[in-house]
């Protein structure tokens, strides 16, 4: 059973970093493209980030690139996000989702459930 | 930048059919996938590649796309289709959810 299981949430200040976790389980981890996706409480998903299974692939919405970082661990089957720079707007719910594919441009089969990331002083 | 418009909300009575649309320019050359997401729950998969539903989905949900838009429908509606429906397209390295539905089972 694949199971994507989200850590490091929490409440930062304006300005400051964290750094999201998932791990997963239950399939072959490097053979799959890795996303992260959020969502603010009550509005809809917004794409962050996404890597290939190999790692050698990023992308970013405009809302994360040159702030947020995502990246891989295949040997450990770890997905990671670090977010820095942090501002009030980036308070959400952050999902990782797997992709169907080793690589990035398709659709997301699975998700984990979720990490509250609480921007504010 | 690639726009996805997805109506607010669609209601339907209970047994009947609802029909979810997501516009996008010529969005019937791009795949799209579909996502239900139930209050408080991660989104679920319920088609991919335009009219793939995956497996453990029901027969009653399908899909469709052609020309600007892109249809999910949802046949014979049971009180649990009450959620929020996201459609999404990959547009030049950019992933891009539509603003979503909520589907309200009368």
């Known amino acids: 059973e694949v199971q994507l299981l989200e850590s490091g949430g929490g409440l930062a200040q304006p300005g400051g970093s964290l750094r999201l976790s998932c791990a997963a389980s239950?399939?072959?981890?490097?053979?799959?493209?890795m996303s992260w996706v959020r969502q603010v409480p009550g509005q809809g998903l917004q794409w962050v980030s996404s890597?290939?299974?190999?790692?050698?692939?990023?992308y970013y919405a405009d809302i994360a690139r040159g702030r947020f970082t995502i990246s891989r661990d295949n040997s450990r089957n770890t997905l990671s996000l670090q977010m820095n720079s942090l501002r009030g707007d980036d308070t959400a719910v952050y999902f990782c989702?797997?992709?169907?594919?080793?690589?990035?441009?398709?659709?997301?089969?699975?998700w984990g459930q979720g990490t509250l990331v609480s921007v504010s002083s | 930048s690639y726009d996805l418009t997805q109506p607010l909300s669609v209601s339907v009575a209970l047994g009947e059919t609802a029909t979810i649309t997501c516009g996008g320019n010529?969005?019937?050359?791009?795949?799209v996938h579909w996502y239900q997401q139930k209050p408080g729950q991660a989104p679920v998969l319920v088609i991919f590649?335009?009219?793939v539903r995956p497996s453990g989905i029901p027969q009653r949900f399908s899909g469709s796309n052609a020309g600007n838009t892109a249809t999910l429908t949802i046949s014979i509606a049971q009180a649990g289709d009450e959620a929020d429906y996201y459609c999404?397209?990959?547009?030049?390295?950019?992933?891009?959810f539509g603003g979503g539905t909520r589907v309200t089972v009368l």
């Open positions: 999404q397209v990959w547009d030049t390295n950019t992933l891009i």
């Open positions: 890597i290939s299974g190999s790692g050698s692939r990023t």
């Open positions: 590649r335009d009219t």
């Open positions: 010529n969005i019937g050359g791009k795949n």
């Open positions: 989702a797997k992709d169907d594919i080793g690589v990035v441009g398709d659709f997301f089969d699975q």
């Open positions: 239950g399939f072959t981890f490097g053979s799959f493209a």
